[in-house]
């Protein structure tokens, strides 16, 4: 990162970069605590002012909140650009975009009618309470459960691709076995009834209606039911597999597969490398 | 696969057969990708087709594309059939029926009036995405989970049968204790009732009324809600299984599955490679 | 099983036994299956039965068919009576009392009048079909399973014991927040409504309408769809152990853990015993 | 425990002690059995007596046998605190508040007129039971369990934390799409929503009805029927590490926690006994 300030100014950029972007520091600290805070209450105030009933007692104290969080978090922004090495890569950066995503939709309000959709889009300030888990240090949980994730990502992929297609073809079956008189309107419609059935969440709002169809949905609910233990087993192997053995190698015999927090080889005795 | 024309026929049909029927060549995975979406699009057309507004507003449009989509998976079928070595062979296979249902049903719909069910069958065109996975080399990945359900299949298969025959009985004894009068109106509906609620979908459109239906139905709940367990091991376990094996093959014997850690082959006893 | 009655009878009956209680023999096959048919069939008549339309049409049918099963499971019951060893230990065994009340509904029903209340009794025929499991040879299966099960009993019982508190307890807090103009008419319908919920069932036919009610019936569901999760581990961690190793040890040096189907050891080489 | 009392009384208040507070001697173990029944009962008592019907009928019954427990509980904690060495420590301990909560209810509510509210609070003696525990020797299997959970804890709170995110997000976007007028009047609601689709409960109290509300709540519903593979791997992974670590104990420095299969010792490097 060339910097071409004074030195003076330059440490302060330094200062001012460790404090917003790093936890190392108490003052690191206890910004991100801060940042973790307002995040919450400016949400929270988001959900409560959808609620008419609390709209119309605390709409104005609501709007004051909203807008002390909008300017903070904008300072915050400015901040987090004039300090960092390049702007440019912030700004269009996975967090950068959530960040102007936060203020964006407030100011925007002013101008347009149908504000009411666009302040929906502050909900997603929430994505930046993610940044903030390196202050908890859950970083490392987060990355064995990605890492996990990634490995069993094909299987998955695979997994989803056949319950999807089951699920249309079952709902296609159940249209016309059930036919638009028992709520099947359509193949789509007939294929969400198909999917709130195979995922055993069950609304209720359509239901089989006729003998054949029921005995159909029991099929459904079976293999529903059943092939779940499949996912779960992809990611257990890969979860089970990650924990059993680090990566270390004995730097004698060069044996792997090492318990995690060995300190000898487990074949030859020789010392690991910590 | 003896071949008796001439040889530049014959160089044509193989490279047909390469495009068509395999994906290594840049012209054969253009060929797969073209497939796949033109089946996409194409059972789309038929889903939306069964929606009424969309069907008149755009029926016109849905029927010019699906005859389209008819000749083009007709003129492919047709290539098929031509390039193949054992055409009868590829006709009566799992593919080559399923690329028949995919066409038939639209010529069959000009000389029969009750088309709406027949049509239905062209969703089947979906299965026909398998055989293009091995476009996207996911085949390893499918033919992993196949082996892992295939070796759980008899556990997984005695778990099933049990499950059934609880939820028969537990349907019957429904049906004694709430009856007709709160919707037990017959003992293969009471089972369905007990198959909605053991795999925890719970519709509502049958739920017990009395307090003796309550507490039984609360049993048969939990237990659909602990029992899921047992094939969700039992298919972890298998795919543990198979990670845990390593990939070492024996020097001597070729033998594979050799446990993790393991210096000799446990076949033949010779010294594996570390 | 010491028998006092002259050769030939006794052979007769040794050749009964065979075919009745074992499936090494043809006959003994071929009764077993014969057997799992007519279990299957006259369960199908019992549920048909108690459905008023088929009942209407097809009533005097379905008397026919259950009385020739009742007569053919009672000469089944009265000729494993006389061709075991010892029948007083049979016939208070599970399968003895099973077989006894397969077929005493029937007789019953022609001196009570609420035969139908009685008549479901049968339905537990189907528990008849867990016998004829050895002729298909899935005893193995149903016995890891098995094994597996009681091996993690203890640990299923603390959970389940700590989900019924659980249960209980949510149950009545929810009582005194929602209250009986909400369906939550009692502490026992507040815990049925618990159970509902946390084992994912869901029916909707009692739910929160308050907002703390809501807000509690969130966490409620969070934890019910989280601590599945247990069990789950607990099933998977006691298959995965007793899928892993082997008991062989090895005859040379002693080592253990060898993986299933191992012919050497892993560590030395020696043959193992087969 | 430094005791001041004469030699007899001390004996006495041992005795006590153990009687109470142990499950070794015949003594011991037969008042946790009764106090495992007198907890049940008097649990049994507090449910039945909120259902309007028994309280009519009963209602005399059960205020004498709820006045009887709560006499037995108070009896049973003045000894307790009578017998125990520190009884301040035992009385701000949790079991000594659970104890206290016990039986604090039935007396307020002679003083106050809302006691429906305070007599719930007495379902909190079914936390009492966990004591028992100790009397039938499940507290390895509990401790193992929660061994395993605490191990786990954070990969588990970063998994909830981002199912919740997702929850709040999803709601939201249902809220735009959806809208007050099919039932998502507030972000609160539509987030409530959201938790009971994604842990598959599905009431079908607020159930979505525009097309790309059905297409968005699908979305919801794979992902939480898929997702659910997380925890249950999470915690299988803890399970299954905690069985797969040997029970072996290096002979020099009596470490344990080796690999299977492992010959040094992982800390010291010493040869472990095979």
Known sequence: MPERKPQSDNSFRQRLHEVIFEADTPAGKLFDLALIYSIIISVL???????????????????????????LFTVEYLLRLSCIGRPLKYATSFFGIVDLLSIVPSYLSLFLPSGKYLLVIRILRLLRVFRVLKLVQYVGEANYLLRALQSSRRKVLVFLLSVVLMMVIFGSVMYIVEGPEHGFTSIPRSVYWAIVTMTTVGYGDISP????????????????????AIPTGIVTAELTHAKQVTTQSCPQCSAEGHAPGAKHCK???ALLNP
Do not use: H
């Open 267 to 269: 074949d030859c005795g």
């Open 45 to 71: 105030v988001v959900m409560l002012d959808s609620v008419s009933e609390l709209q119309l007692r605390y709409g104005q104290l609501f709007f004051v909140l909203e807008w002390g969080f909008t300017l």
């Open 209 to 228: 209606q006729t003998d054949l169809g029921q005995a159909l949905a029991s099929l459904v609910m079976i293999i529903g039911y059943g092939i779940i």
